[in-house]
């Protein structure tokens, strides 16, 4: 082999390795981002999740409280209805 051709191959293997090298960041940097683009989309999911638990918490709450004024209600009916039966005179039979 003479030194020309010697010299053409070590710069093809040279050319060679760093397009391989090259490619390869290329497709690291690639993958980087698909990582990233993929956690920016769980952290958002994970936010909408916190955002409805905080909605459904407070609905829950909102709702509490209308039971409790519903059963304040119903013990109060109830209260004026025995003082009106207990007004009212005892039938006789």
């Not at 053409?8 to 490619?23: P, Y």
């Not at 304040?72 to 039966?85: H, N, T, W, Y």
């Amino acid at each position: 082999m003479s030194h020309g051709h010697a010299v053409t191959g070590e710069v093809g293997t040279g050319l060679l390795n760093a397009l391989l090298a090259a490619d390869g960041a290329a497709k690291a940097a690639l993958e980087r981002a698909a990582w990233d683009r993929a956690e920016a989309r769980s952290e958002a999911a994970v936010h909408r999740l916190g955002q409805a638990l905080l909605a459904s918490r407070a609905r829950e709450a909102e709702l509490a409280r209308q039971l409790a004024a519903a059963r304040a209600e119903v013990a109060g009916l109830r209260i004026r209805a025995s003082k009106a039966e207990a007004r009212r005179p005892a039938r006789r039979a």
